[in-house]
């Protein structure tokens, strides 16, 4: 009985002239009185190269206007200020039964003004093997972000913060009011790409006040008495 490895499924040697990776057996009985007998056995490994990635967010809205112009407070998932945050989580796990390597995604977010420091969180990156620690991450041109190498059955979190930016809440295309950004993933071993995105609304709150003061200079032309 023989085990399958995981160096086998990431195995890229093809020896036997065909297009498939597999694994050979070769058993070879011999005596005294015969020439040397041989059988052997081939079973074909079916690699699944399988790379996803999420995206999730959270809006926190500092309440600075409501609906009504009172401060909002419900941190109702909508940006209308440019002291508001998005808090974006983007995880990349390999789900299939083949290591991933050259692992990296790219998203424009980490582009933009206003996009904060990106971290890789858990012990998957780390030396330390502390869960739920945070190490600054280089971010490349475009938004790039190099990975490196996924095991089976392993995935890798990364988390900033944007803060809405003033040119956010002056467009003057309406439908940039929804905010929809997507990220996507490579690796050697997958041709597909998958993609996530996350979308939160901006609102303009457009309000023009005006204030006018007097004072009355009295001269003391006439007093109350004429």
């Not at 600075?64 to 945050?85: C, E, L």
Request: glycine content about 10%.
């Amino acid at each position: 009985e023989y085990t399958v490895t995981q160096d086998d499924l990431d195995s890229t040697i093809i020896d036997d002239g065909d297009t498939t990776v597999d694994i050979d057996n070769t058993v070879t009985a011999d005596s005294n009185e015969t020439a040397p007998a041989t059988a052997s056995f081939e079973v074909v490994v079916t690699r699944t190269p399988e790379l996803s990635i999420t995206k999730t967010g959270s809006v926190v809205d500092t309440g600075d206007f409501g609906s009504d112009g009172s401060s909002n407070t419900d941190g109702a998932g909508v940006a209308d200020s440019t002291t508001d945050t998005v808090t974006y989580t983007i995880t990349v796990s390999n789900d299939g039964n083949q290591t991933l390597t050259n692992v990296s995604f790219t998203d424009a977010m980490l582009a933009r003004t206003g996009a904060g420091t990106l971290y890789a969180i858990g012990d998957d990156l780390a030396t330390t093997g502390v869960t739920e620690e945070r190490y600054v991450v280089t971010v490349g041109t475009g938004g790039l972000v190099d990975v490196g190498t996924l095991a089976v059955g392993t995935s890798q979190a990364y988390e900033f913060v944007y803060t809405v930016q003033q040119a956010d809440l002056d467009v003057t295309d309406l439908a940039l009011l929804t905010l929809t950004n997507t990220v996507s993933a490579t690796s050697t071993e997958d041709s597909v790409v998958p993609t996530a995105d996350y979308t939160f609304n901006l609102v303009q709150t457009p309000e023009l006040s005006v204030a006018k003061t007097g004072v009355v200079a009295d001269t003391g032309d006439f007093g109350s008495d004429g």
